[in-house]
């Protein structure tokens, strides 16, 4: 496997990131909350009735205890079905649709919730029932919202409130000299140690960055009963060729570009991780940037 030296990106999981679902998830400590939808045509009778189930905005009042929440859902365009391409006999290959379980997703940001709903036909009544599942914040800690039962959403209680237990996953970001000397050059400062603190201030900036845009993804997961959280362990930067032994000992020039072997490459970052595992810091997951 050859590939440009300027392109590549190289990543060794040391430890496999991993979501124990296994762990107490505070199941023990889950409420029974009351969530009834606010139906603002019969509380305001002059409003015309509007026949779409999934409105863009949707008004529900918790219960929790003694404390009452509204929670004011506005509809996003997210979709749960999507063009499926599996790969068979040699070629990509679209498949057919899969059965739509309707799911529309809404957010309330004043509760940082984020919400699948549904909706259960009622056999009696020429109405919607309405599930929730997803993510809401109350009382200073994030919860999974889900209903007790499906078929017994019409009681008072009909919901469960879980408190979430942080998953953190530490990883630790290496940086090659390539990288390092790309930052350097971009740098001011009037002497060589000026322009040298700049370029790993930025670095190490933009890698927090990276990894906050990481748990905004994490955290648009819906309805699990965990939060995912990436952790910046720590960073390791090559200022010169002989500390970026990785990809600098097997580089060569191609065509005009140098280019390494991504699998040998691979294989020198693991032998350096775990050489210098006593002065590294502790991680979970090890990624190595090369350009």
Known sequence: MRLQLVQI??????????????????????????????????????ERRDTNIFKSDLKFSLGLKDQKFQLNLKKQNVKTSVPLYMYENGFIVKQAARPEKEVVFYTDVNHLASIGVQC??????????????????????????????????????????????????????????????????????????ERNMAAIDSIMEYYAYVINDMNVHYASIQGVPWDMEIVYAGIYIANSPTKSTWTESIKYLSSGEYIVDGEIALDNFKAWLETNAAQLPDYDHAMLFSG
């Open 120 to 193: 259960k036909e009622n056999e009696f009544q020429d109405q919607c029932q309405y599930i929730l599942n997803g993510r809401i914040f109350l009382n200073g800690q994030h919860h999974v919202i889900k209903p007790r039962s499906v078929g017994n959403l019409s009681d008072a209680e009909n919901h469960h409130l879980i408190p979430q237990e942080e998953q953190g996953n530490k990883t630790l970001h290496t940086i090659t000299q390539v990288l390092y000397y790309s930052w350097y050059n971009q740098s001011t400062g009037n002497t060589e140690t």
């Open 9 to 46: 990106f190289l990543t060794w999981i040391h430890c496999c990131i991993s979501i124990n679902l296994t762990k107490d998830t505070g199941i023990d400590r889950q409420e029974s909350v009351s969530i009834q939808y606010i139906d603002e045509a019969s509380v305001n009778r002059r």
